[in-house]
């Protein structure tokens, strides 16, 4: 009997390029999830168990398309982040904060397994060994997971949770995994009303790849179908029904070897819009990243009967005709999407334009006569429009704007304090004793740190230490420099850059600003050295930065990790930045009433710095890579890398992410309300 499944399907779906689309890039901003939270976590390498590639790029995926949602609250929980009492905690926390109306977004990948005793599903913790006994002790049950999110959930919230996991014990070869011989394949349902589960395979299968082997299918698939590559109705709204819909069929037709078959528990819910279109599923089988598939149309069983040749090839020749007629339709329609886009930037930069003419008509006496006094306003003009940018889809254009030019040429005649004898350049402390106070020109409070040597990292006997904490290495700082006290506050930023990207902006001028990215951070460090007459360090290219002068540099800068851990340390050998008990010295989940506080109101530590320990995380120049066993002089971190490293831990965290040899890290671009930042300023 001969199959034409694959046949059919040439004819009917549309073509694009035969290749999974990278989801790393954020679709257009919206405000979808205002009243949403969001849980993301993410296990591409276990402490015992196989490593599963891609499973860290899909969760970072998850979280980008959240925060561009407008999901004001995107917690990632990272490799051996995700430990059993982390991810339930962070659970309980994350669906507290969801709004009545709004949704919590619950996002595992990683191992899963059956339960020894009854029907459930166990998700298993980064640290849990390859035995029952552990994996029972390590593992979080999915339906102890669901009741608690239904009891913590505020009355009017939804919660989706989508778990990229199998549950069945077995290995991609069918085997049962080491250990899990006793335990019974899932096959209960979560029947809730309030919680819709989304799950990557049966209770009995494998869940696995895709077809290029590159990340885990299912919680790829599911957020392309989010993204509207499942939107089977056309309407631009995806339910969770369709979103299950495309993933069967995209496993059906481009997965080999294995069957996994998605399920769908509880409401069919409207998740999303979007109309993103999505790959060529017949293309990436034909293509050869799946299996291969007979002269790339059909595979013919004749199963010992006779076969109506002619039939079949023209059936075969059809079916390429469609297929060429399809790729041109397609490379029509990206042309026509093309020049859509472009007259859309177009319309979009002469908007930009026209608001910022009226702007410079009404600044414009300031410009011809600069003055002191003006010179914030032009300040602010800058800051809007020097770069200022307009965003169609996937592309993001820059704006020029003349006027600019000529406000800038005005600033530069600008009288300053320093034409009639104020300080300029570095304010030079009195004695230069460590953590001697010293005030800027604009009013930030600093501390001198002196030039010294230490032990970076986690110690033996330190007690609990991650990976990437190790080894403990000497390094000498070479230099003394300059810290800042607190973390940079909303007042200051707002002072700078015109604008308060902060989500808790009702805390006040006096909370550390955050919802910051390590490029905002960056610009931040420029626009203040500026402000002050200082050389700007740091030379910006669209979404790269690079320091040509190093810590010769005296304008403001973010301090590298070794600078931050010397400081935070203050000479003290404490678990914390300040003490031993994190209580007394910062904001940490345990204490934060669920966000942040204004500065410096926990015990500061030897050198006079408040909050290096919690309240928000901060960022550091370095890119993140592994530690060297030898000793180091002035270190700057890895040469170069996919994410920035933040330290310190925060409102958010619990305790272990506030230790001194902590190192978080994500993607320069991303933003959170956890996440601010400190300066530094080297001292020639």
């Not at 049962?176 to 819709?196: C, D, W």
């Not at 770069?387 to 889809?393: C, E, L, N």
Request: aromatic share 8%; glycine share 10%; charged share 20%.
């Amino acid at each position: 009997m001969l199959a034409f499944l694959s046949l059919a399907l040439l004819l009917t779906l549309p073509v694009h390029a035969a290749e999974w689309p990278d989801l790393s890039a954020p679709p257009p901003a919206s405000r979808e999830g205002a009243k949403d939270a969001a849980l993301v976590v993410g296990i591409g390498s276990y402490a015992a168990a196989q490593p599963i590639p891609g499973a860290r790029d899909n969760a970072l995926a998850w979280v980008s398309w959240l925060q561009a949602r407008g999901v004001p609250l995107v917690k990632p929980l990272l490799d051996r982040q995700a430990v059993k009492e982390e991810l339930l905690a962070a659970a309980r926390q994350v669906a507290s904060k969801v709004q009545p109306g709004g949704t919590l977004w619950l996002v595992y990948i990683g191992h899963g397994a059956p339960a020894r005793e009854g029907d459930d599903g166990l998700l298993v913790g980064w640290d849990a060994q390859q035995t029952a006994s552990s994996i029972e002790a390590r593992g979080l049950s999915q339906a102890a997971l669901v009741a608690e999110l239904e009891a913590v959930l505020p009355t009017g919230a939804r919660a989706v949770v989508v778990l990229d996991a199998c549950f069945s014990g077995k290995t991609a070869a069918g085997d049962l995994a080491p250990g899990l011989a006793p335990m019974k394949p899932v096959s209960a349902r979560v029947g809730s009303s309030r919680v819709t589960v989304l799950t990557a395979a049966a209770g009995n299968e494998y869940a696995g790849p895709l077809s290029d082997g590159s990340r885990p299918a299912f919680s790829y698939l599911a957020l392309g179908a989010l993204r509207g590559w499942g939107d089977g109705d056309g309407d631009g709204t995806v339910r969770a029904s369709e979103v299950h819909a495309y993933v069967e069929r995209a496993l059906l037709q481009t997965v080999t070897g294995r069957s996994q078959t998605p399920s769908l528990d509880g409401p069919d819910l409207a998740l999303a819009r979007g109309r993103e279109a999505g790959p060529d599923l017949v293309g990436l089988a034909v293509r050869g990243t799946a299996a291969p598939v007979t002269a790339g149309v059909a595979t013919i069983d004749l199963g010992g009967g006779e076969t109506d040749f002619a039939s079949l090839a023209a059936r075969a020749q059809a079916a390429e005709q469609a297929k060429r007629q399809a790729e041109a339709a397609a490379a029509a329609a990206a042309a026509a999407l093309e020049r859509e886009e472009r007259r859309q930037l177009d319309a979009a930069a002469a908007t930009v334009r026209s608001q910022a003419s009226r702007d410079f008509a009404a600044l414009k006496a300031l410009v011809e006569a600069p003055s002191e006094a003006g010179k914030p306003v032009l300040e602010a003009y800058v800051a809007r429009y020097g770069s200022a940018k307009v965003t169609v889809g996937a592309r993001s254009e820059a704006v020029d704007v003349p006027e600019v030019a000529k406000v800038r040429a005005a600033l530069a005649v600008v009288v300053s304090p320093a034409a009639v004898g104020a300080p300029t350049g570095v304010v030079a402390p009195a004695t230069g004793r460590a953590g001697e106070q010293v005030v800027t020109k604009s009013g930030m409070k600093m501390r001198v740190i002196p030039a010294g040597t230490f032990t970076m990292g986690c110690t033996p006997g330190a007690g609990e230490c991650d990976d990437d904490e190790k080894p403990a290495h000497r390094v000498t700082l070479m230099r003394s420099y300059l810290l800042g006290e607190t973390e940079v506050t909303q007042g200051q930023w707002l002072a700078v850059m015109g604008s308060n990207p902060s989500h808790f902006s009702s805390c006040g001028s006096d909370c550390p600003v955050e919802k910051v990215s390590w490029l905002d951070a960056v610009a931040f460090a420029n626009a203040l050295s500026k402000k002050e007459g200082l050389e700007a360090c740091y030379v910006v290219s669209g979404e790269t930065a690079s320091w040509p002068k190093g810590a010769a540099c005296t304008g403001y800068r973010l301090p590298t990790e070794a600078e931050w851990e010397y400081a935070a340390r203050a000479g003290k050998d404490s678990r914390y930045s300040g003490g031993s008990e994190l209580g007394a010295v910062g904001w940490f989940s345990d204490n934060p009433y669920g966000k942040t506080h204004r500065v410096a109101q926990k015990q500061a530590n030897a050198w006079g710095l408040f909050d290096m320990s919690g309240n928000v995380c901060e960022w550091s120049w370095d890119w993140h890579g592994a530690y060297s066993a030898s000793a180091l002089t002035d270190p700057v971190g890895a040469s170069d890398g996919r994410f920035r490293v933040y330290r310190g831990g925060s409102w958010f965290d619990s305790a272990r992410y506030a230790r001194l040899a902590y190192r978080g890290w994500v993607y320069p671009g991303y933003r959170y309300n956890y996440l601010g930042l400190r300066l530094a300023r080297s001292i020639p």
